[in-house]
């Protein structure tokens, strides 16, 4: 947003904020299709247990999830996702969260895939977190990846990755 008139920390504020809205819509998204079989988390299950909603999966039993947007780096990166390690503070990120499943709202479905199951794709994939950290301005997937100025780490997996650890699949809504 160059010329926009806006500093850093506005501009960083304004990602913030869009970032958190399709957060939201998502888990909207989600709990519509879901209807009774979804109910949402207390602020603090949120913040501190890295879950946004509960949801009754096909075994009938209560599952927490954590609900992410995927969102693209461009047009031409459409069979990726982020999954994060740490985040900006350098904490324990989602995917060592308490959610026992992390939903991906893809272009048709929601892709539900164990939070333990990641851990191992990321771990086979990426090796040690310990691993050389890539602190350059473009992330690549199976890299561990931290934004400079930023305690993070993210890395990038593919779609096909991800649907090959079973996913159970959610049919998305025309239109949404």
Same mark, same amino acid.
């Given at each position: 947003?160059?010329?926009s008139g806006l500093n850093e920390d506005e501009l960083? &504020?304004? $990602? =913030?904020?869009?970032?958190?809205?399709?957060?939201?819509?998502?888990?909207?998204?989600?709990?519509?299709?879901?209807?009774? &079989?979804? $109910? =949402?988390?207390?602020?603090?299950?949120?913040m501190f247990g890295h879950y946004d909603i509960e949801v009754k999966l096909a075994d009938g039993e209560?599952?927490?999830v954590d609900v992410k947007s995927v969102q693209r780096?461009?047009?031409k990166h459409d069979d990726e996702v982020w999954v994060e390690m740490k985040n900006v503070h350098g904490k324990f990120g989602w995917l060592f969260g308490d959610a026992?499943?992390?939903?991906?709202?893809?272009?048709?479905?929601?892709?539900?895939?164990?939070?333990?199951?990641?851990q191992a794709l990321v771990r086979n994939r990426c090796g040690?977190?310990?691993a050389m950290v890539n602190h350059s301005?473009?992330?690549r997937r199976y890299k561990y990846y931290s934004r400079k100025g930023r305690?993070?780490?993210?890395?990038?997996?593919?779609?096909?990755?991800?649907?090959?650890?079973?996913?159970?699949?959610?049919?998305?809504?025309?239109?949404?």
């Open positions: 947003m160059r010329g960083l &504020a304004m $990602r =913030r904020e869009r970032s958190r809205k399709q957060g939201d819509d998502a888990e909207k998204e989600l709990m519509a299709i879901l209807g009774r &079989a979804a $109910r =949402r988390v207390s602020p603090e299950e949120d209560w599952h927490t780096r461009s047009n026992d499943y992390i939903a991906f709202g893809l272009q048709e479905y929601w892709v539900f895939v164990h939070r333990k199951d990641l040690s977190i310990k301005d473009t992330p305690d993070d780490l993210v890395t990038l997996i593919s779609i096909e990755d991800l649907m090959a650890i079973k996913p159970e699949l959610i049919k998305k809504r025309r239109g949404s």
